[in-house]
């Protein structure tokens, strides 16, 4: 068994590869002047069983056609079973139609990573419990829920004090298993949107906030939301606001935005990798590559 890896997330592999006792698999990956991408399979994989992490790099569209060319390429060079690391699986927020005419662009995601002979998915922290049943090959759906427990834990001794919120009501079920596994209360914000330029309209808090109030999300794109609810929370009686998410997206410019936020800490997995231009001081970055060694070292 070998453990390829796109150009998206090398440090990640590298992590999962040393703890789960997984050679690294060799690729080429050339990019022609045109921008198109070539994938050539180095190793020999002839009936063996092989996994490909690839996650988000700066354009998701790039990170998603570099995945399909190397399942491709590995089926063609004779692996058995391919399965799929996706630590982040983009278009996740776009997995229904929300206004009449829009694409499902996960959906066609899905049905290319099948096509191309993808065996087998893990994923972390999905956006809905519903994505799921969208595949028809096998998935594992992992979460990063018990390592900010673990986190929190040692890090706010008095957990009195403590309150855990959710961002939005589609949080809820995320930040019910936390508050359970912490024995801390919880509140939620409930957050509008407008569909069309995504621009949060109004958050209305529901809850009891006490001194630390500890935001908790499935990622983090603009940091809007979670700017938006730290506000909120410190004009009802937060003294600090914490935000972990476990997928840092950070799409525009978070070091700018969070720096100057209110935020005081800002935790995210390294589902995505972070490059040196997206990093700031409030960053804290918890590794995942643990929960995706100990699952593939089930298999
Ligand atoms: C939304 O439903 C998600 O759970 C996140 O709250 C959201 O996608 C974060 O995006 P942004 O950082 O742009 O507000």
């Given at each position: 068994m ?6 998206t ?5 590298e ?6 006792s ?26 063996e069983d ?16 570099e995945?399909f060319?190397?399942?491709?390429a ?13 630590p ?9 139609v929300?206004?009449s005419?829009?694409?499902v662009s996960l959906e ?5 990573l ?9 994923t ?8 799921p049943?969208?595949?028809?090959i ?15 834990k ?8 403590c ?9 809820i ?11 801390v ?28 109030a ?26 600090n606001v914490y ?19 209110s935020?005081?800490e800002?935790?995210?997995t390294?589902?995505?990798n ?6 700031f ?19």
């Open positions: 070998k453990l390829f890896f796109g150009s997330n090398k440090s990640l592999a992590k999962i590869s040393k703890e789960a997984l050679p690294l698999g060799e690729l080429e990956i050339f990019k022609f002047p045109d921008g198109e991408t070539r994938v050539r399979v180095i190793d020999n994989v002839v009936d092989v996994w490909v992490l690839q996650s988000r790099g700066r354009n998701p569209d790039s990170s998603y056609m995945l060319f190397i399942v491709d590995l089926k063609r060079s004779g692996a058995r079973f391919v399965g799929t690391i996706i982040y699986l983009s278009y996740q927020r776009q997995d229904h929300f206004r005419g829009e694409a066609v995601i899905i049905k290319t099948e096509r191309v002979g993808a065996d087998k998915i893990i972390l922290d999905l956006h809905s419990i519903k994505i049943e969208l595949f028809n096998p998935m594992t759906h992992l979460s990063a829920i018990p390592l900010f427990a673990e986190v929190i040692e890090k706010f001794k008095n957990l009195d004090r309150v855990l919120v959710s961002p939005d009501m589609g949080g079920r995320r930040i019910k298993i936390l508050a359970d596994e912490l024995g209360s919880f509140a939620t914000i409930e957050k509008n949107r407008d569909l069309e330029t995504g621009e949060i309209e109004s958050a209305k808090l529901d809850g009891e906030i006490k001194e630390n500890i935001i908790v999300d499935d990622m983090i794109s603009t940091g809007r939301t979670i700017g938006a609810a730290a506000e909120l929370l410190l004009k009802n009686g937060a003294k935000a972990f998410a476990t997928h840092p997206v950070f799409s525009s410019d978070p070091p700018i935005f969070f720096e100057s936020s935020v005081s800002v935790f995210v390294d589902s995505i972070v490059p040196k231009d997206k990093q001081a409030k960053l804290n970055i918890i590794s995942v590559a643990g929960l995706f060694s100990k699952e593939l070292s089930k298999k």
